[in-house]
């Protein structure tokens, strides 16, 4: 079987390993082997630990090696907000009725199609079983990409779509928003009633699937992802992030404001709100609802909520970020990681050391800062790792 994995006898093993759960979930022997054949480990891929190797290899996901401003591109955001106000009108009946009947809005759903394939411009370029099954052979997150690549066969073998056709990301997600193996399962739908769940040449579908995705991970109906707004004076970053939280009623009685000058919506001041600054005190600041977090659970970085809500926001007829991005520079991971490590060694709070600067790693930078006396912005620097290595052992 799999003539391919003769050359790597080791993957040929992890191959036989895996023909016993593939059964279970009702994959035939033939399938297994149709799906397999020629396939070897795709070692270009991001988020790999080679052997001899303790952590990921090679490029990481654009989501986390890039700075805010370099990943938020303002050219490519107008490109696609003209692009998207095109779609919102060509496609006005099946947003309303996915907005009517789903209950999420047109223009975050519009914005997720933007992001994920650029209307359907971009194709994806990798056979999805080679993804998926590199990423659970030797991927930093095995037993997730086991997962998918089982249900990946599964799709194969229930004739959802044909090997030749199953084209996905490095991840192995697939379709014109990109669903996980899994998701599809638990999640598509069929929106244009033909007894198909098409998420590869039907636009209702997909974007219905989208939408229902949304909604089955909480989707609040009306209320806004986030708002761009402006601190009070003397406010600092060790306010942003989900355990700051409280009541926008309360952000507004701190003096928090809507950055466009309207009021914050009168309807939502009981709401739980927290505060995001992707770029620390150096950039934009934003006041952020349940369904940014929502949009997360779609995918786990803030850059990709922030890229798809504003772009959701600028296809309904909003403007760029009113506070420009400061000059900064994005840290290796492996530096971030230093920076934690560092820091947790100092006893601060860090949840993980993974090399990425989100809001839980900024908001203990910020507090290392003032502790230290430093000028206090919350971003992973290089002045910020020099001064770490000078008080705390690796």
């Known amino acids: ?120 411009s971009h194709k994806s370029p990798h056979y999805a079983i080679r993804a998926l099954a590199t990423e659970a052979y030797l991927g930093r997150r095995k037993e997730m990409f086991r997962v998918e ?29 990109q669903f996980m193996p899994s998701e599809f399962y638990s999640t598509a739908v069929d929106m244009d009633g033909d007894g198909r769940k098409d998420i590869w040449q039907s636009l209702p579908d997909a974007l219905g699937s989208a939408a229902m995705q949304l909604k089955q991970k909480g989707w609040v109906p009306g209320q806004p992802w986030a708002y761009e707004v402006k601190l009070p004076q003397g406010a ?19 003096g928090v404001a809507r950055m466009d000058g309207k009021p914050i919506d009168a309807g939502r ?24 977090l929502v949009i997360k659970r779609y995918n786990m970085s803030d850059l990709y909520v922030l890229f798809v809500g504003h772009l959701a926001d600028r296809i309904a007829g909003g403007g760029d970020f009113r506070t420009p991005w400061a000059s900064i520079k994005q840290l290796s991971n492996r530096d971030i990681e230093e920076i934690q490590e560092r820091l947790k060694k100092l006893g601060h709070d860090v949840e993980k050391v993974d090399g990425r600067a989100g809001m839980n790693t900024r908001n203990q930078i910020g507090a290392y800062q003032r502790a230290s006396r430093m000028p206090m912005d919350c971003w992973p620097s290089e002045t910020v790792l020099n001064a770490l290595r000078k008080v705390a052992a690796p």
């Open 149 to 177: 690549l089982l249900h990946a066969l599964k799709m194969l073998e229930d004739r959802v779509i044909t090997p030749a056709a199953m084209k996905s990301s490095w991840a192995g997600a697939m379709g014109l928003t």
């Open 269 to 292: 001041m009981q709401d739980q709100a927290f505060l995001i600054m992707p770029a620390g005190l150096r950039g934009p600041v934003f006041l952020a609802f349940e369904n940014y």
């Open 1 to 120: 079987m799999c003539g391919s994995a003769q050359a790597n006898p080791a993957f040929k093993r992890w191959l036989e390993e895996l023909w016993p759960e593939a059964r279970a979930h009702g994959v035939s022997r033939s399938m297994f082997d149709t799906a397999f054949r020629d396939v070897t480990p795709d070692l270009s891929l991001p988020d790999l630990i080679l052997p001899g190797q303790t952590r990921p290899a090679g490029r990481d996901q654009p989501e986390f090696s890039k700075t805010p401003v370099q990943y938020l591109d303002p050219a490519q955001l107008a490109r696609l907000a003209a692009q998207g106000g095109q779609m919102l009108a060509q496609n006005a009946q099946t947003l309303a009725r996915i907005e009517r009947e789903i209950g999420v809005s047109r223009h975050i759903v519009l914005a997720i199609w933007g992001r994920e394939t650029a209307f359907g």
């Open 236 to 254: 600092n970053c060790l306010l942003e992030g989900i355990p700051q939280g409280r009541p926008v009623s309360d952000w507004v009685k701190m």
